[in-house]
């Protein structure tokens, strides 16, 4: 059989151009939406009475049929095919003959590739969210274990404050939890339906788009027909919104990285989620989490490409807009693996609390709180900061704390040391001193888990929500 729209040519396409033109190599992935959205559309067809009763019967069921064939491997797809859309039809017509050519009726590749891919953007994200709700979990988990196990609190790579381990943790949640709220606001406005955009003006036939998008369990039928299939906005968004939350994975991931050095010491990362060295035999290298530190560079690229394929393009379609499948797929199964493992990885993870307690004390890391204290004496904040300053000074003369420090060192420091005694300056009187709302102190952290605790059920229960309408005879929402 020659292309499906050959019927004005008179040559071949060259076969160098024909595996160039074709985007089937990635775009079967879509074979699931593109036989729901098949479905979709014919069963309206017949409900208008744009083809008859039989004949949606029949191409439903051929169709049901292509579906199982290709989930069993009993479909070969080939360059020739140009791309899934028309491998269907082609199955289609070879099974039930006239009939299946009357199922592309009314539309056109260019909106049923895009109404393809918003079902599996929608399907896909859908997944992402729950991987990502899965992570908050096991954050929260981590931080409610931890709400009272200090380590230090970090400023340009130096010891700054005390804080708690939960406190570090809440902190990635927070981050993740934009995350969460950045693709759920995306997916909010793709979910719109392309079908029956035709190829960019709209159809003459008496089609139902509310119809087909009330099939789908879109939200609505996208407004215009032009924008509908020349709009890939929702990809950049998605793509956006992936590189920031990857920046996120990588964030921590370095984390893990240098707390599991040797100078560091703060985590055991589970054997589970290391690799040993070829040559060296002690080696237990954190490959895990450089992998994940590293696979944002490909989702910044996914975005920056598709970026660079909108630019300049004219209304309405162009084929440049076939690059938008690579960049999304990569993109969706990068986010959606690297925060499976991230949360799995945190919860294998054991935090060393003598190796942390080792280092605690190092770098005057309660200077602030000494400082905040002589305020509290009377003191104002910029002298106290400079008396602190001299503290520290003599301190390190001798290596010695600032709770270590003589009371004739303090008087020559200042007079008014000689009537008045040193606070507390462990680190856990300063971590629970600091109870300020977002602080690190172990009862306000124990506020921000509730919080995060309550907003993630209450977004769970969101995302796995049922579609808003029944799916009737569409099948299987999973896609491959
Ligand atoms: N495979 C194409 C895509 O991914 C189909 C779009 C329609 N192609 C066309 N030449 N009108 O977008």
């Known amino acids: 059989m020659g292309n499906l729209w050959g019927g004005r040519f008179e040559k071949e396409m060259d076969a160098i151009v024909e595996e160039f033109n074709a985007s089937i190599s990635f775009d079967k992935r879509l074979y699931n939406c593109d036989i729901d959205a098949s479905i979709a559309h014919v069963t309206m067809l017949g409900e208008q009475g744009i083809v008859t009763a039989e004949e949606r019967a029949s191409i439903v069921s051929a169709l049901e049929g292509i579906r199982e064939d290709i989930a069993n491997g009993g479909l070969a797809f080939t360059a020739k095919q140009e791309d899934i859309h028309m491998a269907i039809e082609e199955a289609l017509i070879a099974r039930i003959g006239p009939t299946g050519k009357k199922m592309h009726t009314a539309r056109s590749r260019n909106d049923q590739s895009q109404v393809d891919v918003r079902l599996y953007f929608m399907r896909e994200t859908k997944k992402i969210l729950e991987a990502l709700t899965d992570l908050e979990r096991a954050l929260l988990e981590k931080a409610a274990d931890n709400r009272d196990e200090l380590m230090a609190g970090f400023t340009h790579m130096q010891h700054a404050q005390p804080v708690s381990i939960g406190f570090h943790m809440m902190a990635y949640f927070q981050m993740f939890r934009r995350d969460i709220e950045r693709l759920m606001d995306a997916r909010r406005r793709a979910d719109k339906n392309p079908l029956g955009s035709g190829a960019l003006a709209g159809t003459s036939f008496n089609i139902d788009r509310h119809r087909t998008s009330e099939l789908l369990g879109f939200d609505a039928p996208a407004e215009n027909a032009m924008d509908a299939v020349s709009d890939r906005d929702y990809i950049i968004e998605f793509l956006s919104a992936a590189s920031i939350s990857m920046m996120h994975v990588s964030r921590f991931a370095e ?116 400082a905040d204290y002589l305020v509290r004496q009377g003191i104002p904040f910029r002298e106290s900061h400079g008396i602190v300053g001299k503290m520290v000074k003599l301190c390190e003369r001798n290596s010695r704390g600032l709770a270590d420090l003589e009371p004739a060192d303090l008087v020559s420091i200042d007079p008014r040391f000689e009537s008045m005694p040193l606070p507390d300056l462990s680190m856990m009187g300063c971590v629970r001193a600091r109870t300020s709302f977002g602080g690190t102190a172990p009862t306000e952290v124990q506020r921000q888990i509730t919080a995060g605790a309550e907003w993630l059920s209450s977004t769970q229960n969101h995302i796995g929500a049922p579609p808003r309408t029944p799916r009737g005879d569409l099948g299987p929402l999973d896609p491959v």
């Open 255 to 370: 984390e893990f990285v240098y707390w599991s050095s040797q100078e560091f010491g703060y985590i055991s990362i589970d054997d589970s989620f290391c690799t040993g060295s070829s040559m060296m035999p002690q080696k237990k290298n954190p490959d895990i989490a450089e992998l994940l530190r590293g696979k944002v560079g490909r989702v910044y690229g996914d975005l920056m490409g598709m970026l660079t394929v909108m630019k300049g393009t004219p209304l309405s379609f162009n084929k440049d807009f076939q690059e938008d499948k690579e960049p999304l797929f990569d993109a969706a199964d990068t986010w959606r693996t690297s925060v499976s493992i991230l949360a799995a990885m945190i919860k294998k993870t054991r935090f060393n609390p003598d190796a942390i307690q080792r280092h605690l004390s190092k770098g005057f890391p309660n200077a602030t709180d000494m």
